[in-house]
Each structure stands twice: as C-alpha cells, then as structure tokens.
C-alpha cells in the first residue's frame, strides 16, 4: 500500500502540520495570559483585534509594496466566512453575481447557500476573458464579479496586469462591484506578487478577502 504520511494535499489548501508555529503560538499564548489580561477569551472588536490588525497592516504593506490602512482589515475566521459576510450585506436571494469560470469551489457553496443565481465567465491564460465578461453583462445586472486573480485553485492561472488593468476598466464603466479572493496572493516562488485588487480602490468598487 502506498505511503501518503509525507504527502501535502494542496487540494484543502491547508499547510502541513509541520508547518504550523504551533511552538511560537503557544509561548504567544502564554505570555499574553500571564499578564492578566482575559481579552483573549471575549469576542473583541468586530473587525478583530486592533494591535493584530496594526502588525498586519505593516506586514501586508511590505509585501504588497504600498501602504494598507489597518482601519479597512477585517479578521475573519476563514475565507469561506469573509465570503458568507460579504454575500449577507451586499447581495439578497435571487441576485445574479458572475464568477470565473472555473472557480473555487467552495465559495460555490457559498453562494448557493445564499440563493444567488450564479453566471460563469470563461478564463484563458491571461485569466478571466473581458469579451466574455462583456457579452455577460449585456444580459445580466450582476451584483458582483467574484475573481481570484492570484494562483486561483484549480487552474493556478494569475490574471496578467493587462488583464488586471481591462477589468478595472469594465469595472467603472459599468459600476461592477469585484470582490477579489487574493488568499494565496503571497504564495510567490521568487518573483514579486502582482498588486492586489484591492490596492486599486480609488480607481474602482474593488473588495478584497
């Protein structure tokens, strides 16, 4: 029988457990008990932590190369969550929203769950097709465009800063919210991530999760 212990299945998305800080987070854990401080077990703030939010801020802001405000972070308990959240404010039973096709499956389920009427957009190399997309929304009103621009799962294709730049374009001119799922944008081998989606806020409706 095959040995699968030194397999990682990159299908759940999930590290290894030899990965995990676990011995990092438990002194973490420790010291901040040890100051008698109980925040740790109260629901907090709503977006999450302040100070928590304040070091992400500053590390997402070197990685991204340009500043993140640390008052626009929302800590959430996965992605699946952030979507669930998004779908509950901004869409209701019945809307239409568009995704790439194919698309992460997971958030599938999301929107199902939600009663939205999902469309898919074809993708090629370059990532989600702008003529398709087009053509699209000539025959629906979407929502939202939900996108994952970097290393999306299955197809791994990362949308190219052309490609980036024509669905921004389409973005203002038919004033289309994106939400765009950038949770393995840092997952780079040697070369710079691309921008996020979301650093382009000024210039279009662009949410990040």
Known sequence: MPDYSQVIDF???????????????RTATDDFMARGDATLLQ?????????FREVLAQFLGRRYASPVDASHLM????????LDLICTRLTRPGDTIFVEEPTYFLARHVFRDHG?????????DD????DALRDALARHRPTLLYTIPSF????????SPARREQLLAVSREHDLLIVADEVDLLLDFGTAPLPPQGAHT????????
């Open 43 to 51: 629901y907090g703030a709503d977006q999450g932590d302040a100070s």
């Open 127 to 130: 990532g989600i097709r702008i």
């Open 202 to 209: 000024h210039a279009a409706r662009v949410s990040t999760r």
């Open 116 to 124: 939205l009427h999902v469309v898919g957009i074809p993708i090629d």
């Open 152 to 159: 999306p799962n299955p197809t791994g294709t990362t949308m």
């Open 11 to 25: 299908g759940n998305g999930q590290p290894s457990l030899s990965l995990l800080p676990v011995k990092a987070l």
């Open 75 to 82: 800590v959430t308990a996965s992605a699946s969550q952030a």
